[in-house]
């Protein structure tokens, strides 16, 4: 039996339960309130941010979409066409389309320098082993890139 808090009982989570939960700062989720990613926040009467599971879940987009290289504008854009309804989801996917090619360009870009480390550690550890070996002295003169 698990014991539940008092935000999982309300649904609402204050501001540093949501810096638990997401590894975002307090600092990062005002931020992306003031720039309109997250809107309607509710407040307690005392006036603190309270959050939801909505909320949670809109962070979690959020995080995937900057963390895959989508500027705060673009998911600002990505947002306000959300909240606008229906009739926008031509350009919500034209957006997440387009924001999909630059994520897989990235990708086999990063394949291709993964590669080329991989390719320089195989190397590096032949050369060790022979070193230990006693078969050679290291020295990179003719390999390039050291």
Not at 4 to 23: D, F, H, M, P, W
Not at 47 to 55: A, H, I, L, P, V
Not at 125 to 133: M, N, P, R, S, V
């Amino acid at each position: 039996m698990s014991i539940k808090t008092n935000a999982e009982k309300t649904g609402l989570y204050s501001i540093q339960e949501v810096s638990r939960k997401t590894g975002l700062s307090a600092h990062t989720l005002r931020y992306y309130e003031k720039e309109g990613l997250l809107n309607g926040v509710i407040r307690s009467p005392g006036g603190f941010r309270q959050y939801t599971d909505e909320d949670l879940e809109r962070l979690g987009l959020i995080c995937c979409l900057k963390n895959t290289g989508m500027s705060i504008q673009e998911i600002a854009r990505f947002v306000q066409l959300t909240r606008e309804g229906d009739h926008t989801l031509e350009e919500r996917v034209k957006l997440l389309r387009e924001h999909r090619e630059r994520v897989l360009a990235r990708m086999t870009e990063m394949q291709t320098h993964l590669e080329k480390v991989t390719w320089k550690l195989s190397f590096f550890t032949e050369k060790l082993k022979a070193y230990e070996a006693g078969k050679d002295r290291p020295t990179d003169a003719g390999e390039p890139g050291g």
